[in-house]
Every structure is written in C-alpha cells, then in structure tokens.
C-alpha cells in the first residue's frame, strides 16, 4: 500500500502537467488497483473528478467515501472538499452544516474555516464569515493575536447599540 500511495501522490503532484481526460484515466487505472468498494477509491476520484471541474460528479462519490467508512485525514479532507464542491453547487447551506460539525483541531482547521466563511458569504451571512476568517487568521499572528480574536468575536455578535428611549 505504501508504493501505491507513492504513485498516487505523484499522480497528484503532477496534475498541472496532464490534459484532463489524461488525469482522470490515470486516476482510473491507479484507483482500478484498490477492492471493490473502497472508500479510498471513491474519495480519490471525487478529489479527480473536483480537481477537473466536476464538483457535481465529485459529490455523490464524497458521499459514497464517506458512506464506505472512509476514516483519518482522508475523511476529514472529503468533507472539506465535498463541502467546498456543494457550495460551488449552489448548495450553501449545507455546506455550512457539514463544515460546523467538522470544527476541530488539527492541521486542517484552516481550510475548514477558510471553506466555511466561504459558505457563510453565499449564504448572506458575511459578518459570520468574516470572524471566522479573522479568528483562523489570528491563530497564525505573532503580534495582535489576542486583539483579533476579540475583534473576530465582535464581528460576529456586534454589541446592542439600542439605547432605550425617554
């Protein structure tokens, strides 16, 4: 399985130099190789079918991936990129709701935050998108960390400014 995860990340580290039918048939013959049913194969051609344009033949294979049991890094990165692909389907909200429950903490906390404040905009909600932004982007500051994060907070839930009348 290591040699095929090899040749899978240099399939994908190629991409840019392939048209896209040739890609995609390399991704076929490579994902040919793994059992029937695999939740790998189906995640690694949704990821080929995103990365070629396709969100809408990409989601049902997510959805499959995750319906196999599709586990670790692999299924938190198909919930990014299925969220990202029914956004670009006009699906927002959705996307919004997947992306919510997926909040943790590792190594791709960003690119939820990022894919999620994405969303959020499409869905009118830019204040939320933004404080999502900003509190991800705080994470990263050497300086102003602690003033950005409250900021972020602000902007999400802006003080009352009603003052009762006399």
Avoid at 2 to 20: C, G, K, M, N, P
Wanted: contains cysteine; glycine residues 4%.
């Amino acid at each position: 399985m290591v040699e095929w995860e090899q040749r899978l990340a240099d399939l994908w580290s190629t991409i840019d130099d392939h048209t896209e039918q040739d890609f995609l048939n390399k991704m076929e013959l490579l994902v040919a190789e793994l059992p029937a049913n695999s939740a790998v194969a189906a995640f690694e051609r949704a990821g080929s079918l995103d990365s070629t344009g396709h969100s809408n033949r990409a989601v049902p294979l997510y959805r499959q991936a995750l319906e196999l049991g599709l586990d670790g890094q692999r299924r938190r990165q198909a919930v990014i990129q299925m969220a990202s692909s029914l956004r670009n389907l006009g699906q927002a909200s959705e996307s919004v709701a997947l992306l919510t429950a997926e909040r943790e903490s590792d190594d791709l906390d960003d690119a939820v935050s990022a894919t999620l404040a994405l969303a959020l905009v499409d869905c009118g909600r830019e204040r939320e998108a933004v404080s999502v932004a900003v509190t991800a982007l705080s994470r990263h500051l050497t300086r102003y960390r602690r003033s950005m994060t409250r900021y972020a907070r602000l902007i999400a839930d802006p003080p009352s400014t009603d003052t009762p009348s006399s």
